[in-house]
Every structure is written in structure tokens, then in C-alpha cells.
């Protein structure tokens, strides 16, 4: 984003006064690596470049020729070289790493790496130079109030197609209020005693089969939605609720209230950071700020057979339109943004008092009523 650096993870080391221990993918190098490391020193030399680890090493022969490169040409330590090995590598696809949630082998393979690396990096170096670096500065900690309102319950899908969920986020509906009650979208056959619900991102077109499949549990989502169910979707949630998702040659049904099919497509159709304005018609106590947020999908919505009001106009970034992210119907709102709760965005808050509002009055609070049109 800068071409100064301002952002980067030197940035950073130079701001906290941190060593660097740079890891550098070995494959094809040989003496090549000198004039790479020397770069690194030479280019900012406020970075402390405390040491480097060798990765994808060839074999035992390849590692002492890179070594004694090294040592020959920089005053760099070697404090670790880890051998290519496909049992350590991490499966990635269209939007990256293959999430944890769906991978049933991924404590195996944390395990397995591990227990590679403890053989093969000076473990005890690294803490070393770890401990070099500058104590921190003390700052004032500022806890999360807690409310001492009702609590209410907000379901949050929790599965194979569904696990893209900031902690902290998580953590600030529970300080607002609510109890995290997770589902399943995969098994369950009903929603759970819930006042509220929270589909937040993934990859529900890896999993659109077994979606489909589910169809009592789409039915009772689009039921409670259609009853005035608070409900917030983020990027994969917001394609979970649309009539199908199409991938490739595949297409299956979702949830149906949104009335639109999400279409996968081969490169990104909005990447990278975005900027919102809150629109008159945001639902949860509409502020008109201004919010950063991120997107990163390969879908987009097509044959939207209804008009909607939207809670975000987009400054920066695709979000569902173009101009528009934060489709609303009813008191859903679904968006490709995913946002964070922050000082200057407290979205939790916001709506966990929406759903309490909701709650206490017994009737649905909805503040705009669209027509979906016939789905």
C-alpha cells in the first residue's frame, strides 16, 4: 500500500526496536544468496537482520554450501535449515490456505511441523535473540466494559463451510451482551433457541453440496429471517442466503432470501481494503461514519430480481454492486465487507442492541420492509 514501506513488517520491527530473523526460500540458490541477504542490510539499515533460517534446503549438500556462502560473504548466523519435505506443506486454493475448520488433519500436521523444525532450526537461539530485543513500553490497558443488560442469544454458524471469525470480535458480542450459541449449517436439522444469528465468512462453495442437502435447516434460516430475525452475513454468509451458488459447473440452492445467485468466478471480484459510508438507511443506530473494512471474494451476485436498500455506500472497493455493499431485507443485513470492531466501528455493540430491542418488543423491529420479489 506504500511505497515507503509505512505498513511493512520492517515497519514494524524498526518501530518496536525488534530483532529480524529472516526465513528465505532456498530452492535454485547457492552463492546467490549472499547478494541477497547483503540487499537486505544494506537497504534499511535500522532493521536489525539478527540471523537466518534456510528453507526448502535441498539436502545436506546443498545446506553446508549455503553456509559456508554465508559465512564466507555475511556476518549473518545461520541458525536454522529446514529440508524440503511435501508433509509439511499447507494445502492453498483460490483464497489461500486451507482453513483449519475443515481440515480434520490440521493438529497432525501442526504437530508434524513442529517436531521438524525443533530438529532442525537452534530453537534455543531463536529465544535468544527474542530476548535481545527492547522491553516495551508499559500502555494503559482498557478493558472491554461488560454490559449488565439481558443477555441475549446470537447463533453463529460454526463448521466446515462457515469459520471465518475474528476473536476479538467474537469477544465483543460477549461483552455487549450476547451468548455465542454456534450451529451447524452442515447437520443441523433446525436453529437452536436463538434471538439472533451471525453466518459469517468461508467457503460455502466447497461445501455447496452438502449445503443443498440440508434443506430443513435452509427452510428454518429463511423462516426466521422472514419473521424479522435479526441476522448479520458476511461475504461467504452473504452467498449461503442468496438462491444458488454456481461454481464452475456445479450449482446448488441455498437459503433463497436473498434473491440472487452467486457466481464463482476463476480471479477475485473484489480484493483488498474498502472503504464505507453508513447509509440513512444503516439498521443498527446509523451514524453516517466512515469504515475500513476488507474484502476478498471470487464471487459476485447476478440476477438480483428485486430492488434493496443498502447500509453501506462503497468509496473504495466492489462490495455487491459496486457502489453499494450491506444489502438489507427486513432486519438482515449481508454484505461482502467484513468488518472489525473497533473504537471507531463498534458493530458488535451495535448489534447485539438491535437484537435486544428486538427481544424485549416480541415483534420484529424491522426498519426498512423491501419486497424480494418472487423467489
Known amino acids: 500500500m506504500d511505497l515507503h514501506g509505512s505498513n511493512s513488517n520492517a515497519a514494524m520491527a524498526k518501530l518496536l526496536h525488534t530483532p529480524v530473523v529472516l526465513v528465505l526460500d532456498t530452492r535454485g540458490t547457492i552463492r546467490g544468496v549472499a547478494p541477497l541477504l547483503l540487499g537486505y542490510q544494506a537497504f534499511d539499515s535500522e532493521v536489525n537482520i539478527a540471523g537466518v533460517i534456510l528453507n526448502q534446503v535441498g539436502g545436506s549438500r546443498h545446506e553446508s554450501k549455503l553456509r559456508a556462502v554465508i559465512e564466507e560473504y555475511t556476518d549473518i548466523p545461520v541458525i536454522g535449515a529446514v529440508q524440503r519435505d511435501e508433509n509439511m506443506v499447507i494445502d492453498e486454493r483460490?483464497?489461500?490456505?486451507?482453513?483449519?475448520?475443515e481440515d480434520n488433519a490440521a493438529e497432525q500436521k501442526i504437530a508434524y511441523i513442529g517436531k521438524q523444525v525443533a530438529q532442525q532450526v537452534d530453537l534455543h537461539r531463536l529465544l535468544e535473540i527474542a530476548d535481545a530485543a527492547s522491553p516495551l513500553a508499559e500502555q494503559e490497558r482498557h478493558p472491554v466494559p461488560v454490559t449488565t443488560s439481558s443477555p441475549v442469544r446470537i447463533g453463529i454458524a460454526r463448521d466446515a463451510a462457515f469459520g471465518f471469525y475474528y476473536p476479538d470480535d467474537l469477544e465483543a458480542l460477549q461483552a455487549a451482551g450476547a451468548q455465542i450459541v454456534p450451529f451447524d449449517?452442515?447437520?443441523?436439522?433446525?436453529?437452536?433457541?436463538?434471538?439472533?444469528?451471525?453466518?459469517?465468512?468461508?467457503?460455502?462453495?466447497?461445501?455447496?453440496?452438502?449445503?443443498?442437502?440440508n434443506r430443513s435447516l435452509r427452510t428454518a434460516i429463511r423462516d426466521a429471517i422472514e419473521m424479522g430475525m435479526p441476522a448479520y452475513a458476511e461475504c461467504g454468509g452473504l452467498m449461503y442466503l442468496?438462491?444458488?451458488?454456481?461454481?464452475?459447473?456445479?450449482?446448488n440452492e441455498m437459503v433463497g432470501i436473498i434473491p440472487a445467485d452467486a457466481v464463482m468466478y476463476p480471479k477475485p471480484q473484489g480484493r483488498g481494503y474498502i472503504q464505507l459510508k453508513e447509509s440513512k438507511d444503516f439498521p443498527w443506530q446509523p451514524s453516517g461514519k466512515e469504515i475500513s473494512a476488507h474484502e476478498f471474494h471470487y464471487s459476485r451476485l447476478e440476477n438480483l430480481q428485486a430492488e434493496f436498500n443498502y447500509a453501506y455506500e462503497v468509496l473504495r472497493g466492489t462490495g455487491i454492486t459496486g457502489q453499494h455493499d450491506g444489502l438489507i431485507y427486513k432486519n438482515l443485513l449481508a454484505c461482502y465487507a467484513h468488518t472489525r470492531n473497533t473504537s471507531k466501528h463498534q458493530w458488535a455493540e451495535r448489534f447485539v442492541e438491535f437484537v435486544r430491542q428486538h427481544q424485549q418488543s416480541g415483534t420484529a423491529v424491522t426498519t426498512i420492509s423491501n419486497t424480494p420479489g418472487e423467489r
Open 185 to 213: 449449517t452442515l447437520h443441523d436439522s433446525t436453529l437452536p433457541d436463538i434471538d439472533g444469528m451471525f453466518i459469517g465468512g468461508g467457503f460455502p462453495e466447497t461445501q455447496m453440496a452438502s449445503l443443498e442437502t
Open 242 to 251: 442468496c438462491r444458488t451458488i454456481r461454481w464452475e459447473e456445479q450449482q
Open 94 to 101: 483460490h483464497l489461500g490456505l486451507m482453513p483449519g475448520n
